[in-house]
């Protein structure tokens, strides 16, 4: 399977999931752009060691996903988008009544919002070059949800929609749009939930990881981001030609519970 020749944007992919996948879709063949709102050389790191070790074009590029303008200039800026993976995300728990407003705007503006303005921007470039795949990482909380975590819940919910509408409207064209609904995976973004959770919940670490976080994963183990990766190349393949407008789950179990 090679996609030699296409380039492909991945958002928030300088950790985690992100760099799983532009790791996944370089190692098919593909140009990659990495993306954060920082500008290390860390960052510049990444894309200059996933371009060595796969003989890929690779760039780093910084834009503010929370920011609609910033979100469509990094498309214009790939100069070229035939793969479009809406990853940046950011967490908040904390029970709704008490969940601050600047937390819901930033998760919503991050985790949802910036799909819209990506996606806006890439449909055009993507018609014009005849082909197109949007992959949008949404999440279990896209399809079922759990307390205290309202903003992301409504936004990865809202991603499925945005998803089956761009579906829809790309129907008839070589673009196909679909999101991915992993369960846990340990990126640093879990890690990052497991002090509120420990708090939340008054449980030690361990406790939090089995009894909270892989609870509702019926397989008992962390997804890997190799296998979100994989998915999304698998959703790049002729394979994949008829697939527009789903959720594909990688949750263990999760969502047949
Ligand atoms: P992570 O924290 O490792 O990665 C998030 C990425 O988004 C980072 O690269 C970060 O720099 C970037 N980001 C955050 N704010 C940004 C902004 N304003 N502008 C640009 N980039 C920004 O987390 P992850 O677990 O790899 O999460 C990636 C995606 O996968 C998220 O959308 C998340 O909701 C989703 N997801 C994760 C899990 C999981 O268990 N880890 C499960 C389901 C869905």
């Given at each position: 399977m090679t996609l030699k020749g296409k380039s492909?944007?991945?958002?928030?992919?300088?950790?985690?999931?992100?760099?799983?996948?532009?790791?996944?879709?370089?190692?098919?063949?593909?140009?990659?752009?990495?993306?954060?709102?920082?500008?290390?050389?860390e960052d510049h790191a990444l894309a200059a060691a996933i371009a060595a070790e796969f003989g890929v074009r690779a760039r780093y590029i910084k834009a503010d996903m929370s920011n609609g303008n910033a979100c469509r200039a990094l498309v214009d800026a790939a100069g070229g988008c035939d793969i479009l993976v809406n990853n940046a995300g950011i967490q908040h728990v904390s029970p709704v009544e008490s969940f601050p407003a600047e937390k819901w705007d930033a998760v919503i503006a991050i985790n949802l919002s910036s799909a819209f303005h990506t996606i806006a921007a890439a449909l055009p470039q993507m018609r014009k070059r005849g082909w197109g795949r949007?992959?949008?990482?949404?999440?279990?909380?896209?399809?079922?949800?759990?307390?205290?975590?309202?903003?992301?819940?409504?936004?990865?919910?809202?991603?499925?929609?945005?998803?089956?509408?761009?579906?829809?409207?790309?129907?008839?064209?070589?673009?196909?749009?679909?999101?991915?609904?992993?369960?846990?995976?340990?990126?640093?973004?879990?890690?990052?939930?497991?002090?509120?959770?420990?708090?939340?919940?008054?449980?030690?670490?361990?406790?939090?990881?089995?009894?909270?976080?892989?609870?509702?994963?019926?397989?008992r183990e962390f997804a890997t981001v190799e296998q979100l990766g994989g998915t999304v190349v698998f959703l790049c393949s002729p394979a994949a030609e008829q697939i527009t407008g789903t959720t594909i789950s990688v949750d263990g179990g999760w969502t047949a519970l």
């Open positions: 492909a944007v991945i958002t928030g992919s300088n950790s985690g999931i992100g760099l799983g996948v532009a790791r996944e879709l370089a190692r098919a063949g593909a140009d990659v752009v990495l993306n954060s709102f920082t500008d290390l050389p949007v992959v949008n990482i949404a999440s279990a909380h896209g399809l079922t949800a759990s307390p205290y975590k309202s903003a992301y819940v409504a936004a990865k919910h809202g991603i499925v929609g945005l998803t089956k509408t761009v579906a829809l409207e790309t129907a008839q064209e070589p673009i196909t749009c679909n999101a991915i609904c992993p369960g846990y995976v340990l990126t640093p973004l879990v890690e990052a939930q497991i002090p509120d959770q420990m708090k939340t919940h008054s449980m030690s670490r361990e406790d939090v990881i089995k009894k909270v976080m892989l609870e509702r994963q019926p397989s």
